[in-house]
């Protein structure tokens, strides 16, 4: 069993800068992808960017230039710095693990981001 622990979420103005923190604890395996999704009232959830233990990237192409996902792997943690943060990506963040071989499929509680003047 692996729990996934967000952290960092809060309220933005437009321009401004934010950063999440998700935290993984129990019984990891490795390989596996990270990532963050999020989820805008009456959207579907989507994939904002995802990171592998090899540490390759995917961003979303709303995202890209603007979010970096990285990881730790010593610390089995996973960080999403989002610049220029703008009103359309408020939304719930989740914090995401993809197990290879299919072990395991393990998701946060989510933490709020609000971009608001």
């Known amino acids: 069993q692996v729990q996934l622990v967000e952290s960092g979420g809060g309220l933005v103005q437009p321009g401004g800068s934010l950063r999440l923190f998700c935290a993984a604890s129990?019984?990891?395996?490795?390989?596996?992808?990270m990532g963050w999704y999020r989820q805008a009232p009456g959207k579907e959830r989507e994939l904002v960017a995802s990171i592998s233990s090899g540490s390759t990237t995917n961003y979303a192409d709303s995202v890209k230039g603007r979010f970096t996902i990285s990881r730790d792997n010593a610390k089995n943690t996973i960080s999403l710095q989002m610049n220029s943060l703008k009103p359309e990506d408020t939304a719930v963040y989740y914090c995401n693990m993809k197990e290879a071989w299919r072990i395991g499929d393990y998701w946060g509680q989510g933490t709020q981001v609000t971009v608001s003047s």
């Open positions: 129990g019984s990891i395996v490795s390989p596996n992808v």
